[in-house]
Structures are given as C-alpha cells and as structure tokens.
C-alpha cells in the first residue's frame, strides 16, 4: 500500500481558520486558472504526478461513499490513438499527453458496499453500531436494489409516496434514469477534483463528453452496465490550447439567496 492510498486527515488538518492564510490562495489560483484547454504538446504527465492527480481525484465524496465509478487512465499507445479517434479526433484527445475515462459504476453498488463495510468494519471485527449500521445494512441496499421486473422500483416508489405524505422523505433513486444520474453525478465529482489536481500540479486538461461513448466502452471492454461520463485529455497546455476569454454568465443568473 503506497503512503497515499490511505489518506487519513487530522482534525488540525481539516479546514480551520489557519487555512484562509494556508491554503485559500492556492485553491483560489487552481480554481481560477484551470480552464478547458484544447491543445496540448503532446508530451505525457511524469508517472508519479499523474498518480498523485488521480489519488486526490478519488478523494471526492460519493453518494453513502459508495465512490461509483471508475477511472481508466489510458496508457496503452495503440488504445491512447483509437481513444482520441472515439473523441470524434478532438485536438485536446490527439495532442493530450494523458487520457483519463471517467465511468460511471453504479452497477458495482454492491461489490464496492462490501469491500466498503469491510474495509470499514475491518473485515468484520470492529462490527458498524447504531445509525451507521442501519445505514449500511439496511438503507443502502434498499435504495440501490434493482431487479429486471422493475419490482424494486415499484417499491420504492410507493414507500417514498407514502412516507413523504407525512414527512419530509427522499424521492430518488426509483427508476433507472435515477440510478444512472445517481452514478454520473459521483464520477463526474471525481473528474472535477482530477481536473483541479492537475491544475494544482501545473498541468492543463479539458473535459470531453461530445464522444462515442459506446466506443469508448468497447475499447476498454466494460459490461453494458458501466456508462462513460467523460473523458479527461491533460498535458501541457499550449497558447492557442486556449480559444477564448473566460465567460460566464452573470453571479445573479447562477446564484439565488433565498
Ligand atoms: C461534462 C462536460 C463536457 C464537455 N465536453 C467538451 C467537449 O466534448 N469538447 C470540448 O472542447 N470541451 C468540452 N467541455 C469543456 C467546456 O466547453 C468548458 O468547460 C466550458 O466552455 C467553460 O470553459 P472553462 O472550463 O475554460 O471555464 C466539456 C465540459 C464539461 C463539464
């Protein structure tokens, strides 16, 4: 196990108000100077940075942290060329130094809830107590089942009806259009924090779902369960990498206080 693979945070490490001074003029540079950048120099990110950029991608919360998806960091030459032709031959896939697949694996819910608990439980001897064990042992399950009758579903449906006649209750996920977005929104928080890693390493990226998705899940032979979100292309970027000033539409428009 490398020394990063188990990331534990102190409490003195987690955000406090030293961090204003510490760390918010770095994240405010990263957020800030990352951009969709659409021409690389074609030269590939050191080994040990990209491992790096795709631990802190993992680090990115998860619905019941159940972490549904997966990255495929593609470093094959002959699947690195037909990959940027499944990227539709985008400049960003055909120059990028790096190519990372982010898929959504919520069809995994179940394999990775027991490596989860056992990891958590460690492997079975410290047992979960109370909420957390509902939680895990009950709740999740329960949310995640599905079957090809749509039974489940149905169940869901009509326990989130009745509940939420009385009180406040979650809605979703019933269908398998729930469980679908339920696996992008993990994956695509994911490539965010990769895309922000890079950035913080010096390194330029873009993400890219105008692709052949289905292509793409060929390539990498995944089951017809698992769905591509996006692809990340990295590298350095080079100047005409940038097509045009930042845009975005006014604070107003995206931010409503209520
Ligand atoms: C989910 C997603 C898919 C995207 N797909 C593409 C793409 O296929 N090709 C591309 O050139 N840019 C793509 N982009 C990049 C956006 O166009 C870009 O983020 C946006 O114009 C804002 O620019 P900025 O990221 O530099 O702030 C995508 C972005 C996201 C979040």
Redesign the pocket.
Known sequence: MGALDKVVVQKDERPNPSFETSALPGFKKTVQG?????KFDGEPIPEGTMRDCLRDAILAPSASNLQSYELYWVRDKGKQTRLAEL?LD?P?ATTAGELVVIVSRVDLWKSHLKKLTDIMTENGQKPLQGAVRDYYEKIVPMLMKTDRFGFHNLKRRLMFWYRGKSVPTVHEPVTRADHRIYGHIQA?LAAENLMLSLAAHGYES??????DKRGIAALLGLPSTAEV??VVCAGRGTPEGLLSA???LPFGDLVTEV
């Open positions: 990352r951009r969709a950048i659409r990227c985008q960003g695509a873009c993400p890219m779902s105008g692709v979100t996006m930042r845009t975005r």
